[in-house]
């Protein structure tokens, strides 16, 4: 009996470790991230013309260097728009994928549009230069359109040239998969 407490008793010290150094937040993303990595999990690719939202392009968005542009900058292209938080393990377990899927794309033709829900743009700054990630990352300079108020994250959006949804993704995915940046690539041409 206190050979099995004193496992719990570490593994509860363990775990109040991470919980207050906040580390438990990268660890569940780590765990998150294997499962990412098995492909069980991944964007959708479906076009529904029941969910082709139009867009609201008049929404203001500040970069992390302090510039502030909207969302109407990029109209025209095809924007990948991903909602995110750092205290979000999920959100912080597909950044990875979605790094790597914006260094393949053709950049004149897809926009990405990484907004942070954090309350500080300092914090995510922070967390954005700690890993290194290159995408263009966003806070909201103005009030968020109705289409963005997800009641969870990670949401992803892929909106179209002519400002349509053309893929809401709720939860993490892999997104730099083939088929998902084909789907992006069709997308622009059209």
């Known amino acids: 009996m206190i050979k099995e407490m004193k496992s719990w008793g570490v593994i509860l010290v363990i775990f109040l470790g991470l ?10 993303a780590l765990a998150q991230r ?31 260097n302090g510039e502030t542009v909207s969302l109407e900058d990029y109209k025209g292209k095809v924007i990948f728009l991903n909602i995110w938080a750092t205290w979000c393990a999920p959100c912080i377990a597909e950044m990875p994928n979605i790094q790597s899927l914006y260094d393949k794309v053709d950049k004149d033709k897809i926009a990405f549009v990484m907004l942070s829900m954090d309350n500080s743009e300092a914090k995510a700054k922070k967390f954005i230069d700690k890993k290194g990630f290159t995408f263009p990352t966003f806070i909201a300079a103005s009030d968020v359109p ?20 053309a893929s809401k993704n709720v939860g993490m995915a892999n997104y730099d998969k083939k088929k998902f940046r084909e789907f992006l690539e069709e997308l622009a041409e059209k």
């Open 34 to 64: 294997a499962i990412l990595t098995t492909g069980l999990i991944s964007a959708d690719t479906n076009t529904d013309s029941d969910t082709e939202q139009k867009v609201d392009y008049n929404f203001k968005l500040k970069n992390l």
């Open 146 to 165: 109705d289409l963005f108020r997800v009641p969870s994250i990670p949401t992803t959006f892929v909106i179209s040239k002519d400002g349509k949804v």
């Open 19 to 28: 919980y207050l150094t906040g580390l438990h937040t990268e660890v569940a």
